[in-house]
């Protein structure tokens, strides 16, 4: 529930005319619409403070990114995909592509960010989208920064099922030559936060995230609190009229 201050003219009546109580009338109507539209548009956004909101059903509504995760984090193998989760990447790929949940069919790998790969076989990576999740939203250290003290995987926060043993396949191949077919795939290892890549033939675990948030439902008696005062203000419109 959202609460807040809205001011209101509810001071004694300076004339006796039917236009100054319509006046009046309709500014107090106008505050409590104001205030009821503010509060269905925070129910349906989340709070803003918060980067990952429950949206219920297995959702999990990523606000930094704008993208909606799937709460279980080896969702392949809990669905019966797979035996343990781990893929390969053309079939970690397939399966992201394929999911059907929640109503939701356009499902992906996350995306990783090809300008962090200077060369190395491992490194950090915030500004992909796991690497994000990982440092900025969850708040974790990596391990693959200058001076790292605590790092590694500490909060996994409403995730389920995170594992830490292998990495997580991404959306991204790398391309030594861009002329040719790559044989390899980015990834992130959670266990120390920095992103990898390797041949598409490995196996890894993969998550599952689609674009967008997905909506949460006001209550009812919000909706009713809204109709209400739009029926209310009808009224006052066909009032003026006469």
């Excluded at 991204?172 to 002329?179: H, I, Q, R, S, V």
């Amino acid at each position: 529930m959202v609460f807040g201050l809205v001011h209101s003219n509810h001071c004694a009546p300076v004339a006796n005319t039917q236009k100054s109580r319509m006046l009046k009338e309709g500014n107090w109507i106008m505050n409590k619409i104001a205030l009821t539209l503010t509060t269905v548009g925070l129910l349906c956004s989340g709070a803003v403070q918060a980067a990952l909101v429950d949206r219920g059903g297995g959702l999990l509504y990523d606000t930094l990114l704008n993208v909606t995760w799937l709460q279980d984090a080896n969702y392949a193998k809990t669905s019966g995909f797979d035996t343990d989760g781990l893929m390969d990447w053309g079939t970690a790929k397939s399966w992201a592509s394929n999911l059907v949940y929640a109503g939701y069919s356009d499902w992906r790998l996350p995306t990783s960010d090809p300008v962090c790969f200077a060369g190395d076989v491992i490194g950090k990576c915030a500004s992909s989208e796991m690497g994000k999740l990982y440092e900025v939203t969850l708040g974790n250290i990596s391990a693959y920064q200058p001076e790292a003290i605590d790092h590694g995987l500490k909060n996994t926060g409403p995730f389920q099922n995170l594992n830490e043993g292998h990495g997580y396949w991404s959306n991204t191949e790398l391309f030594f030559d861009p002329n040719q077919a790559s044989d390899f795939a980015f990834y992130f290892h959670f266990a120390g936060g920095g992103q990898a890549y390797g041949l598409k033939v490995g196996s890894h675990y993969a998550m599952a995230v689609r674009d967008g948030d997905v909506a949460a439902v006001p209550e009812p008696k919000t909706y009713a609190l809204v109709v209400a005062g739009l029926g209310i203000m009808g009224a006052l419109a066909r009032r003026k009229q006469k």
